[in-house]
């Protein structure tokens, strides 16, 4: 009898995860991407293992190719590691140049960056399970993880505080700046509205309907740039050889104001009728930076109309119009790709468009926008509080919804003091005043979309799960911090995890940055529709002529192409720049910060000392 | 001087094709899908044949491999042959029974068909060129040829007469039904409301916007049991155990009325009040067949939540709904890829739905309706005039919106009756008075969409263009009265050619219907989401159970799970079928057709002499 009732306590203990528990699915035991269902009897729950490399009750055990592929592949940090090693820039220089190789090796990085993405997605934002809509519906954002279980013991499953951390105590004591953190890599303020300008094309929150509604086209769509549908293209459009409407002002073609074409904008109450401008995005008024691109972009938009009608003399209106969206698309994918994506993978291969490597292959051309993708791409640190335009400082608050500053300076002296003033590091303690409120929200709508916690997702994009704060953080202090908090290194959410990580080598995030956002961003942009066999061809830009603006569009180009006169500085990455001069145990700070980056005719008070 | 006199003189002769039209590609210069662009001067153009297997000015010269494979390739009659040939059945029943044999062809066949298919499609219905509307935009159709061009010689491009012969002198001559021609398989009328509720799931023309317009989800997405948004669904919900509303009438369950559920359903005016249901789809009170489907699929929704509630009692109304949803949407596919196109394909291949064996190919899971499609599923010959319940014909005045016919004689009874009455021949001459308005629209649709004639789009669907118009429609008669309308066979319109061509062995339809239609009923089925791999797996369907009820899901046991009672007859074809009967000449016409398939207790004046 006494046998019986040990025997009866300890299943009780064994089983005692799940009987304290509503939930089972709250303690994640499904691996490797299995799925948890609750059953029938309360506390009961199954992994479903279906079409994984894995089977067992956990979805555990790997099978038997897998275990061979999982022993020879060489982690994330190794492959980063020989990616951007200086002593291994022999290989990829001849890979490089190699055409065959170099296809190869493209045909791999878009295969196994973009397979980490479930394509069509299986989630979406209002439900916990999966549903159709996920795919159907695009007023929501897919999401890749479900949510953590209503009900659970945490809010982040079983593991950590029963309360989170309150987002102002978080914000007070990791993500204030107090000394603007530049960026490791010397990227420019150009690379971060270019950033700013790219990303708001599909990051489109539908703040009122909530953080998981979106009014994206989920994707690549420049509607940026032509507006969110046919009526607001139409009012941008001038009617005439395809061109959009545009109005010289001190010589440059610049948007119209909105007072003459009367789409949506979103400028400050009682804005001066002649300060606002008619843009694609409402929202791109806000910042001078944004106005430039938007200002470029459009001169391109109406250069290859003349392009295209010279190659086309019969063609009308429309179809010189639909026919420049196609090439300003193609050329859209083509600079993202090969300069800012180049940039920020800071790689020793090059990157390239290439979308013909893609053909005959298992890769979906649609795309869905996930929470996840856009939470991880909040970098507002990258905002500095200042602007040094041609010399002239301007705080945040002089600048923001200031789009008359490009017309002032004019688009050559804006976009060369942007090319040389130093962006934020997208880490912890940088985020300004003016972007601190959007770091509070967001961590918030993490919060009531329930996303899983950071380790949850580094295990499922096949990353190691952090094993302590240290090892999370790089350092002691913060993550001695983060531990009276947390509690648990599988607790740390989401957001808060990506701002506090340690920064990988030669880059300018974390881990975690780079090896979710670097699938999302490949899948992306090679699933736009125009990188498909169908589309992908000389007659669908219009001929050779325009096909070969798309093929050979670089940064440069776009700006030189598009101001008269000399061509100014156009850089992500600032001038002078050197690699390498990076404090190796914080791995963020600088050791020097020469003054004359912030041009000829001023100093900077300010971040002439930002060394940490 | 004269030799040169003579050279330009033939030089200009020569060229008299390009010089008397203003758009040289009004006479489709390039062969095997290049796209034809005009040039710089007027008269010039190029052929694109980027990204396909042949190169040359028109595209004309095949790779070495493409030679190969055309010179190996039988062509789709002889494919068709083997695949409906008695003599072969043997063989067809070996791979039907050993799995990795049958797997590996359902594979050849899922890609082949769905290869065909421009998947994202890179035409529209409202620009005559690729946008990328043609993906995004969901309010138009897509098109898988790109109109004639404007301003050709003729309304067909070079060939043919200046005007098309009107449709009411179309109408006539060879359209009208005179005697109600029976389908030559035996198909049902069961099996043409199958047609039709299915594929008014899809084929949703905007006809206030015009006919390239389309209200449509672009594939199977079940919005003709659920509504087109959540607004409507959730009208149509009872908010309890996830399961619609539904009410009983004489002992079964059948949709709400309209007065009950406000959501727009289109009767007559003045239409009674308890004669109008609440349908998911605005159109479905036409007809007591789509009725009785609507019935029948709501009836499997409700069941198919018990069985979810006893799998998972805490699951809440949302997630039952969802996930039955989910179920319901696979038992469709299965069901019409296993019932619907097995009895439209009639070969001795067992049609299997097996979405696993499309993992890792190269598959696009989106899909978009074709113009083209569309009208080629104008199957309305297939519609009698009359119909027999159980012994009582009903002329399709008294029949058409009269969805109580259903709930007086139960539907067992009805099920029954539309299973042992004969479909029509959708070929010629058969256009009953109710729907012969539909064909005219159709074919001015056609042409206000400005379609290729039918032999373009042979070959663009790899067939052999018709060379004559005796091998068009297979006899002499009508081939001499379309040759006085139409001139040449190369100028025969899309939807009218597909009426008249002759019939394919041992099948409902002629070649055209079958692989063009084919391609697109593939293509759009296996392009689910849910087939995809992320989907595709118990959980997805709230586990092993319910993902069995899709997994072995028939149209009979559809009907006999939903119909208290013994199980009526179930089938797409008639009873006592029996094949072969047909003259071998026309290939349309019946020998016999016994009287006692309209149930015992009547004799159908009309039908019982329909052999011609």
Known sequence: MKELLLLTSLLLVSLLPWVTSDNPCCSYPCQNNGICLTGKQPGSYSCDCANLDFSGRHCEIPSFLKRIKLFLRPSSETIHNWLVS????????????????????????????????????????????????????????????????????????????????????????????????????????????FAQHFTHMFFKTDYKKGPGHSWSGHGVDVTSLYGRNVEEENLLRSGKDGKLKMQVISGEDYPMFSKDVPIEVRYPPNHPENLKFALGHPFFGLMPGLFLYETIWMREHNRVCDVLKAEHPDWDDERLFQTGKLVVLGETIKIVIEDYVQHLANYNIQIKFKPTVLFGESFQYQNKINAEFNHLYHWHPLMPDEFNISGTIYPMKDFMFHSELVLKYGTAAFTESLSRQRAGHMSHHNHGPSTLNVL??????????????????????????????????????????????????????????ILLERRRLKNLFGSTVVEIGGPFSVKGLMANPICSKHYWKPSTFGGDVAFDIVRTATLEKLFCGNIDGPCPLVSLRVPDFEDGDVDEHTNYAFKKYPDELYGKNSRNHKYSSATI
Request: charged residues 25%.
């Open 86 to 193: 200086p002593s291994l820039k022999w290989i990829w220089d001849i890979i490089n140049s190699v055409d065959v190789l170099h296809n190869l090796l493209m045909k791999r990085i878009y295969l196994l960056r973009s397979n980490v993405v479930d394509s069509p997605p299986l989630y979406e934002t209002v439900h916990d399970y999966p549903t159709i809509g996920a795919t159907t519906n695009f007023t929501l954002y897919a999401r890749t993880l479900p949510p953590v279980p209503l009900g659970c013991p945490t809010p982040m499953g079983t593991k950590g505080p029963k309360e989170l951390p309150s987002v102002e105590l978080l914000a007070k004591k990791f993500f204030t700046r107090t000394k603007f953190r530049p960026d490791p890599m010397g990227s420019s303020v150009l690379m971060t509205f």
């Open 440 to 497: 509070k929200e967001t961590v918030l709508h993490g919060r009531i979309l329930r996303f899983q916690p950071l380790n949850n997702y580094r295990k499922r994009f096949n990353l190691d799960p952090y094993t302590s704060f240290e090892d999370l953080t790089g350092e002691k202090e913060m993550a001695a911090e983060l531990e009276k908090l947390y509690g648990d290194v599988d607790a740390v959410e989401f957001y808060v995890g």
